[in-house]
C-alpha cells in the first residue's frame, strides 16, 4: 500500500474522514469497503452504479447523472465508490480521502467471474430491479480484462495530483488493508486475508462503464 497523509490532527493520527472517494477495477471491493466504512463512520454510502444504470440497463442521461453526483458531493459526510470518469471532476473537487483499490487483474477477473455466474443463477436483483443475462454477463467480464489497466492509467496521476492539493490518497491492494490503513484493525471476524473473497467483496458492474 502507498499512503499519503496531510492535514490537521492529533500527532500520529490523521483526521477521521468526512468525504471518502473510493476507485478501483471492476472485482476491487469498492462497495465492500464502502459498507464496511460507512459502518464504522456512519457517513452516508452511494454507489455510483445505482444513479447510472436505470431499469433495463439503460444508462442515465450525462447531465442528469452529473447533477446527481454533484448533490452527493455537495453533502458534508460522504462515501461514493464508483470509476466514472465523468464523476471524477466533481468529486475530486471535494473528497478529502481517495482511496484505490489496486487489485491484480487475475483476483478482479475471479471475483467477478464467480458473482456473476451466482447472480445468473439465482436471479439476484440489482440497482433498480436488473439482473444479469448472459450477454450482461460476457460484456462483463471483457470489459474487467479491458479496463484494468485504463484505471490504473488514470488513477496514477489523479492521486498523485490529490496529494499534492492535501487530499488524502491510499493505494490498497485489499479492502482489509484499506481498513487498517484508515481506521485501524478492522474487526477479524468479518474480513480476513485466506483464500479469495467471498461473491459480495466484490463491486458490481454491468458492462459499458468506463473508467
Do not use: C
Request: glycine share 8%; net charge positive.
Amino acid at each position: 500500500m502507498t499512503a499519503h497523509r496531510k492535514g490537521t490532527g492529533p500527532p500520529g493520527r490523521a483526521p477521521v474522514p468526512r468525504r471518502i472517494w473510493l476507485l478501483g477495477p471492476p472485482g476491487a471491493g469498492k462497495t465492500t469497503l464502502g459498507r464496511r466504512l460507512a459502518e464504522r463512520l456512519g457517513h452516508p454510502h452511494h454507489e455510483l452504479d445505482a444513479h447510472f444504470w436505470h431499469q433495463g440497463w439503460n444508462r442515465a442521461d450525462s447531465d442528469a447523472f452529473h447533477a446527481v453526483v454533484t448533490g452527493l458531493a455537495a453533502g458534508e459526510r460522504w462515501i461514493v465508490d464508483g470509476q466514472y470518469h465523468d464523476a471524477h471532476p466533481v468529486l475530486a473537487a471535494r473528497a478529502d480521502t481517495v482511496i484505490w483499490l489496486d487489485v491484480p487483474l487475475g483476483v478482479a477477473l475471479y471475483r467477478v467471474t464467480r458473482r456473476t455466474l451466482r447472480r445468473l443463477l439465482t436471479r439476484t436483483a440489482l440497482w433498480n430491479d436488473n439482473r444479469e443475462t448472459l450477454g450482461s454477463a460476457v460484456g462483463l467480464l471483457v470489459w474487467t480484462v479491458r479496463s484494468h489497466r485504463a484505471v490504473a492509467a488514470v488513477n496514477r496521476p489523479l492521486l498523485a495530483r490529490l496529494a499534492a492539493r492535501d487530499v488524502r490518497t491510499l493505494r490498497a491492494a485489499s479492502v482489509k488493508a484499506a481498513l487498517t490503513e484508515l481506521l485501524g484493525a478492522p474487526p477479524p471476524d468479518r474480513l480476513t486475508e485466506k483464500g479469495p473473497p467471498t461473491p459480495e467483496a466484490a463491486d458490481p458492474l454491468p458492462p459499458g462503464r468506463r473508467p
